[in-house]
């Protein structure tokens, strides 16, 4: 039988990658350092405080982005074993996701073709699932195996009445779904682009999941992401926190076509500056991977411990202005076995501190201005805000039909 429970060691082949790609980054990050300046656009942007604000925008981003696109819905070992099974419903509709018997995952609308009640309401490992209304009982695949009183259901064909499948696709560590039942399937390597070999050396499907929460947002979730694409706001936002972790307004930036990475300055890079680079000690400092449209991947190291990832998905809340945010935070397989976890545990909550309390107060006060903006104001993204650009850039061209 199939499983990915057993969590294998990391690649040497990925490793090296890994290194090659995150000491590049250092480097380039280091050369910012010292001419103390960041990677920039060709302009200023304006943005249109309607993206923000508008119901109707948002019911239309609703159904061509987070139903018409592809969204990480959990990593591998979310469900790692056969019959391991999770739900992601943050967007409306109740999606189950299940490891199949070989392994696979399958994913279907939680909506029981009988009467429509929810058929999984609780996660545990089984081999088969059953509604809790009147029994029906239905397999791994989906298919209905089970149906008390079958004779009251006479001439209803019973292959149509199986879970309704959803598009999904495993690949690099990440479970994509595409929330329209039936809908076309997914290809993540066309989704990821050039960005597949920066996220295949990150191991993601080895990585195990140590702690997760929901951060509620009273902004746009475009507001609440915008908080993760800048460095510039980190010595006057985050005095006491971030800022002291890492530089402001310096950032390299990779364009990935609808993905991108970024990395700012860590505080420790400082001490490599009068340093030959054979002297710089190891670092897993990876930057943010940011996959369009709702996920960061922030990699990066607990100093003398080791890396971890901490995963933020901001998706849309029930209206314009609300938004909500899942943070995960992974303990890499390359982390080592002899860690203590409760660092890892530590992280997710200082990150969950730092997002609650500083990122998205501002971002509940700006939304609540720009409700009430004067006819003709443009927010102004600055050239150095240039990740923010070139994601507003793809929202855009995807809103109008011309991505
Ligand atoms: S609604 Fe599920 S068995 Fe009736
Ligand atoms: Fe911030």
Redesign the pocket.
């Known amino acids: 039988m199939a499983s990915v429970a057993d969590r294998p060691g990391t690649s040497p082949e990925m490793e090296a990658a890994r290194r090659e790609s995150h000491y590049a980054l250092r480097r380039r990050t280091l050369d910012r350092m010292r001419s103390r300046s960041t990677d920039l656009d060709a302009a200023p942007m304006r943005i249109d405080p309607a993206v923000y604000t508008s119901a109707d925008y948002a019911e239309r981003e609703r159904r061509a982005i987070f139903h018409g696109m592809p969204i990480v819905a959990g990593l591998t070992r979310d469900i790692p074993e056969p019959g391991d099974m999770m739900l992601f419903d943050v967007l409306g509709p109740s999606i189950l996701l299940v490891r199949s018997k070989a392994g696979t995952v399958n994913a279907f609308l939680n909506m029981c073709p009988h009467r429509g009640a929810k058929v999984v309401t609780d996660c545990s490992r089984r081999t088969r699932m059953t509604c809790r209304f009147h029994a029906w009982t239905f397999d791994l695949e989906g298919k209905l195996i089970g149906q008390p009183g079958k004779e009251g259901f006479e001439g209803v064909d019973k292959a149509e009445l199986g879970l309704l499948p959803v598009p999904v696709a495993e690949r690099y560590g990440l479970i994509f779904v595409r929330l329209t039942p039936r809908g076309e399937p997914i290809d993540v390597d066309a989704h990821l682009g050039d960005f597949a070999g920066e996220i295949a050396h990150l191991e993601l499907g080895k990585a195990d999941p140590i702690r997760r929460s929901e951060i509620p947002c009273e902004a746009n979730w475009k507001y609440a992401l915008d ?1 993760y694409g800048e460095s510039y ?2 010595a006057s ?2 005095p006491e926190t ?1 800022g002291q972790l890492a530089y402001s307004n310096i950032m390299i930036y990779d364009n990935y076509g609808l993905h991108a990475r970024l990395a700012f300055p860590r505080a420790e890079f400082m001490d490599y500056q009068e340093r030959d680079e054979a002297e710089w000690p190891h670092t897993d400092y990876g930057g943010l991977y940011m996959l369009f449209p709702n996920m960061i991947i922030n990699v990066n190291s607990i100093p003398g411990v080791g890396q971890f990832y901490g995963i933020s998905r901001v998706f849309p809340g029930e209206t314009v202005d609300r938004s909500r945010t899942l943070l995960s935070t992974y303990q890499p397989a390359h982390s080592g076995a002899e860690v203590d976890v409760a660092k890892w545990a530590e992280m997710h909550d200082f990150i969950q501190r730092v997002v609650t309390e ?2 998205y107060s501002v971002s509940r006060d700006g939304q609540d201005n720009l409700r009430w903006a004067p006819e003709g104001f443009a927010t102004v993204l600055g050239r150095n805000e240039i990740a923010l650009q070139h994601w507003h850039r793809n929202l855009n061209a995807i809103m109008q039909g011309r991505n």
């Open positions: 908080t706001h980190f936002l985050h971030i500083e990122d």
